[in-house]
């Protein structure tokens, strides 16, 4: 059974820093790994993801990357504002679209 | 392009009770999932569809069903409600297996 942790599970940083937030897994037999934010009482947003031929991937600010023989990925956040204030949550499938979810890491990004 | 949209969007039922929750996903995408999120026990597994197929179904007990129609729609059902059930369910969405997932505001039902 695949376990997904992310440390740390909260942090506070205040704005303009570049911060990492990282994800292991015990399985590396994954399909794909993708990396969501969610803010308080609303769905999830779909930040990037990476298949699994894939060794990383880059969207403005962020940049996640994906190591599956030590089941290890790491979300970078460049330059971080206060608007990236929220819960990042890193999530895999096996085959389909079964997403097996982290514990996710609370972000706050003071001013 | 519209996104997941997800109705209602809040529920409030009583033990006992049954509800259906509805998903209809972005234009074009045939797979639809279906997760719970309860802060004791995070995201969990529902079902997950594909071409009005079930593929794979979590580890939840027999009053949670679910179904997609024809035209990729899916809904949930959970009868026999009980206050354990109260959580925000959240449904994504792809265009195919294995590709990105989107996913719906989600539907907060209470059970008193």
């Known amino acids: 059974k695949q376990e997904v942790t992310q440390i740390p599970a909260a942090l506070s940083v205040p704005e303009g820093e570049n911060l990492v937030l990282n994800c292991s897994f015990t399985d590396s037999a994954i399909y794909n790994l993708q990396w969501f934010r969610q803010d308080p009482g609303k769905g999830l947003t779909s930040l990037l993801l990476i298949q699994s031929s894939q060794r990383e991937q880059t969207s403005g600010r962020l940049n996640a990357s994906l190591d599956k023989s030590s089941g290890r990925s790491t979300l970078y956040i460049a330059a971080s504002q206060p608007g990236d204030s929220a819960t990042y949550l890193c999530a895999m499938t096996g085959g389909g679209n079964k997403l097996t979810f982290g514990t996710g890491t609370q972000l706050k990004v003071e001013l | 392009k519209a996104g997941v949209t997800q109705t209602p969007r809040y529920l409030i039922k009583t033990r006992g009770q049954q509800v259906t929750l509805s998903c209809s996903p972005i234009?074009?995408?045939?797979?639809v999932s279906w997760y719970q999120q309860t802060p004791g026990q995070g995201l969990q597994f529902l079902f997950e569809y594909f071409s009005e197929t079930q593929r794979n179904k979590g580890n939840f007990p027999g009053r949670f069903s679910g179904r997609q129609f024809s035209n990729s729609r899916s809904e949930m059902n959970v009868s026999t409600l009980e206050l354990g059930d109260s959580a925000l369910y959240l449904c994504?969405?792809?265009?195919?297996?294995?590709?990105?997932?989107?996913f719906g505001p989600g539907t907060r039902l209470t059970v008193l």
């Open positions: 994504a969405s792809s265009r195919l297996l294995g590709n990105e997932q989107f």
């Open positions: 234009s074009g995408h045939r797979s």
